[in-house]
């Protein structure tokens, strides 16, 4: 494939081709040392694979507690710490890094460059990462943090939460922030400077728009989390008083520095699953993605909005109603955007040819749970209701069918999807199946009836609650579909460990897929490219596909998921 | 291509479902779908206005939900079928834009209509000596902080701490209580609501929303009870490792029975106080007496006691 721009041109223009490079590094050492953007996305992944593993462990865990009434399973201080990990590591080391893992490995091969701008700084990034995730877990070893992800002022001052799990809490943010704001320069710079021939903002895939503007966000609102936890770590050591209200601190402050922060967080997690959506539609629907512009338009308008609503996570708090006015406004506006996204999406699908493939069912169920959670976000930014709702298990439903129905879904989408081309190899079809069902229905048991629980007066963050308060059913129900969801997930983990081996050869575009990823060898090269392909739409390798079906005159026209057959 | 089909689905099978949908919504018990209500006229509004959106969002989700479906049951892949190269519409592109934003101007006109009944506290049912008033004075004020309404009223100063609620009742005598708030029947209540140590939340779901306690903050709630009753409630903040024991119930009753709990509490409260002024009083005259027979030899003075 490689000489294809040759066999086009009539007049061949020179180009640099590689004539000999240095074997293959096969030494494990190799991961250590590489600044390879493929291998630092597969190294992200695996470890996002294993913190998602302590996550989803430390949920079941948390719904064992609450599966029955007046449960004893775990004492009330290690339930606090199990919910305060179990947040801490799904925001900060698993929806977010998982987007830095996939744009690592997919940014340079889809905009045509052969790696990141700065590659040591990726590395970098890399590392501070995983030491920003181990400085978490060793807290277990010791005391972990107990006050929560978001660690409220003043219970996770000194006072009120004196060990060292705290501390380690605020390293953490500390060096997964760090890692996350040079990433997000890396990748701005990237895809400012790096993209292919002809290959104008018109023409970005819409993977790496959402990428993009992830990144911008991530420096903007990281920077601001960095300074707000510094703070608490001040406050904590070195008798600096921001948040004690005894010594003319306040209490609240936090919690606007927190959601300054919180609420784009929000975003930085959702926007790539959306870019995710917007990308593995088209290749099943056999359809272009209808309204390029609108969604590219729609994603940075989600994240300028996205700036302008945090205190709808604080309507109970004290404060005046013109604040709460201006941010339930704020958060109507910003449906708005995101509404446009999913009738875009629908309207894609709309008169395709549809392939049910795992990677298009997981995209499709994603959508599906994220529009009930889109739903019941316009009850929470209506105030008065919020106060009925908030902190309670309505809230837990609401987010998960954010956060899980948006993020954990497109990020299973996005590896059953490229999958083959970071490996070579095909997913097991039937396996993700199988797993997809059982995610899909898992979700519904444990997360719908939660609305339930909360509308009935359940408050979020009990580690028990009595027999005679009538949770016990909404509670039972939503244990056993956690279980269920639990096996789902499990079965794809084995199914990505087993296909390393096993998997069907995919060849190099076995989604007779648009974007320039695969008009590479799967796995690519360390070059990724010999010829960098001009660029002459948003769907480059279709094209490329149609000039070798003209040249060829052999009709490219194969079933998704089965390997091109040579004629 | 298929629209006409569409829409006759959409009346066949979806309206009745929605109409269905609606009919067990009304009938299913209180907090099934709906937040808990009847204690209090801002629980009960608020439900209203969950009523509303609740309607408008089970239309969009209908909506959404069944375009979808019908996408991926209608169009997926044949044999002989191409996908129509399509690659937008501005003018649809325009309408659904124009469209969501109708709905939520809609439901930002509904919820300011609603949220002076909400927020600003009603006023009572009865007068100060517990007298049934008539509805002459309904008008309120709609300001940002509201001013007790016109009539009686009763302020109750909540206060959180790691794990108990403590109020401190109005009137010259020292009134308190722990965990049990007791109110008349029929009185606007407003609460001011802070804490000691860490942020709670103060909530009782059936009269009305929460109200997060923080320190060095006082934040405002009301409520008027209905019907005698117990009405419980927990802390809604997370405040610690007992934050699940953070109980707190607020007992109505009627005037004449609250005057006298009001009465006998301060009694109690005026008792107990002065047993302990008489024991503190003691223990001090022993404890100089012990300073100027041993000359603190024996451990212990007036300024570092021991037990």
């Known amino acids: 494939m490689a000489s294809l721009d040759y066999a086009t041109r009539t007049v061949p223009r020179p180009q640099i081709e590689r004539h000999a490079v240095a074997p293959d590094e096969r030494s494990w050492t190799s991961w250590l040392t590489t600044t390879d953007h493929k291998k630092i996305g597969i190294l992200y992944l695996w470890t996002v694979a294993v913190f998602f593993i302590l996550g989803g462990v430390e949920a079941l865990l948390i719904r064992v507690q609450l599966g029955a009434p007046d449960n004893t399973f775990v004492t009330p201080e290690k339930y606090n710490q199990l919910f305060t990990l179990h947040g801490t590591t799904m925001i900060f080391l698993v929806t977010v890094p998982v987007w830095a893992g996939f744009a690592n490995y997919l940014l340079p091969l889809m905009i045509g460059a052969r790696d990141v701008a700065f590659p040591r700084l990726n590395a970098w990034s890399y590392w501070m990462f995983l030491f920003g995730g181990l400085a978490l877990y060793a807290s277990m070893f010791f005391t972990p943090p107990e006050a929560g992800w978001f660690s409220y002022v003043p219970l996770s001052t000194s006072e009120y939460s004196p060990s060292g799990g705290q501390d380690a809490w605020i390293f953490m943010v500390h060096l997964t922030g760090l890692s996350s704001m040079l990433g997000a320069v890396n990748f701005i710079c990237t895809i400012h400077n790096m993209r292919a021939p002809g290959m104008g903002w018109g023409r970005l895939p819409l993977f790496v728009w959402t990428i993009l503007i992830y990144s911008y966000l991530i420096v903007l609102a990281i920077s601001s989390l960095a300074a707000t936890v510094t703070m608490l770590l001040l406050d904590r050591h070195f008798g600096t008083n921001f948040f004690d209200p005894n010594e003319g601190g306040s209490a609240l402050l936090w919690q606007h520095l927190f959601w300054f922060f919180g609420h784009p967080e929000v975003y930085i997690l959702i926007l790539p699953a959306f870019g995710v959506f917007s990308e593995v539609l088209p290749v099943f629907a056999r359809k272009p993605i209808f309204g390029y512009k609108a969604i590219a338009a729609a994603t940075a308008g989600i994240a300028f909005l996205g700036l302008l609503v945090w205190a709808h996570h604080m309507f109970a708090t004290p404060s005046a109603t013109v604040v709460l006015a201006f941010f339930m406004l704020s958060s109507f506006v910003i449906a708005v955007p995101t509404g446009v996204k999913i009738f875009n999406w629908l309207a894609t699908l709309w008169r395709g040819t549809i392939e049910f493939r795992v990677p298009l069912m997981f995209a499709v169920g994603g959508i599906a749970t994220f529009v009930v959670g889109g739903i019941t976000g316009i009850f929470l930014a209506v105030f008065p209701v919020d106060w009925q709702l908030t902190d309670t298990y309505f809230v837990v439903a609401h987010m998960h069918y954010v956060a899980f129905g948006g993020t954990a879904f497109a990020m299973l989408s996005a590896t059953y999807f490229w999958y083959p081309k970071m490996t070579g190899r095909m997913l097991n079809e039937r396996m993700g199946k199988v797993s997809f069902w059982l995610v899909f229905i898992g979700f519904q048991v444990t997360f719908l009836i939660q609305h339930s629980a909360g509308l009935s007066g359940m408050p979020r963050r009990i580690y028990e609650y009595s027999a005679g308060s009538g949770w016990h059913t909404y509670n039972l129900i939503s244990t056993i579909g956690a279980f269920i969801l639990g096996t789902g997930a499990l079965l794809t983990i084995l199914n990505l460990v087993r296909s390393l081996k096993v998997g069907t050869p995919s060849g190099p575009d076995p989604w007779k897929a648009n974007t320039l990823e695969w008009f590479t060898p799967s796995p690519p090269p360390a070059h990724n490219f010999d010829t960098i392909p001009r660029v002459r739409s948003v769907e480059p390798m279709k094209d490329i596909r149609r000039q070798v079906e003209q040249l060829s005159g052999a009709e490219q026209r194969f079933e998704a998921g089965r390997p091109m057959v040579k004629a | ?307």
């Not at chain 2, 009919?23 to 779908?33: E, Q, R």
């Not at chain 2, 209540?189 to 306690?213: F, M, N």
């Not at chain 2, 934050?243 to 009465?263: L, S």
């Not at chain 2, 100089?288 to 007036?302: E, F, I, L, P």
């Open chain 2, 1 to 307: 291509m298929d629209r006409p089909r569409l829409s006759s689905v959409l009346r066949r099978a979806v309206v009745p479902a929605l109409l269905a949908l609606l009919a067990v919504a009304a009938t299913a018990s209180a907090g099934f779908i709906a937040p808990e209500a009847g204690g209090s006229p801002n629980a009960d509004r608020t439900r209203t206005l969950y009523w509303l959106i609740f309607s408008l969002g089970v239309v969009v989700f209908v909506g959404v939900e069944g375009v979808l479906i019908w996408c991926i049951v209608k169009f997926r892949a044949k044999k002989g079928r191409v996908a129509a190269q399509i690659h937008g519409n501005t003018r649809l592109e325009i309408g659904w834009t124009v469209g969501a934003a109708c709905l939520l101007i809609f439901l930002t006109v509904a919820t300011f209509v609603m949220l002076p009944s909400i927020k600003n506290p009603a006023p009572s049912d009865i007068d100060a000596n517990g007298n049934p008033v008539t509805a002459s004075n309904a008008a309120f004020a709609s300001t940002d902080q509201p001013p007790p309404p016109k009539g009686a009223s009763m302020n109750i100063q909540v206060d959180g701490q790691q794990y108990v609620w403590r109020y401190k009742y109005p009137g010259q005598r020292n009134v308190f209580s722990y965990v049990n708030m007791y109110v008349p029947v029929g009185m606007t209540v407003t609460l001011d609501i802070s804490s000691d140590d860490v942020a709670h939340s103060w909530w009782i779901p059936e009269l009305g929303g929460k109200a997060d306690a923080l320190p060095g903050y006082i934040n405002k709630s009301w409520f008027r009870v209905a019907a005698p009753g117990i009405y419980r409630g927990q802390c809604a903040e997370l405040c610690g490792r007992n934050h699940a024991n953070m109980y707190g119930a607020v007992i109505a009753m009627p005037f004449d029975r609250w005057k006298a709990w009001y009465d006998r509490q301060a009694r109690d409260i005026q008792i107990a106080e002065n047993l302990a002024a008489a024991s503190r009083k003691r223990l001090d005259a022993e404890q100089s007496r012990q300073a100027a027979q041993g000359g603190g030899a024996a451990g212990g003075n007036a300024q570092n006691p021991q037990p």
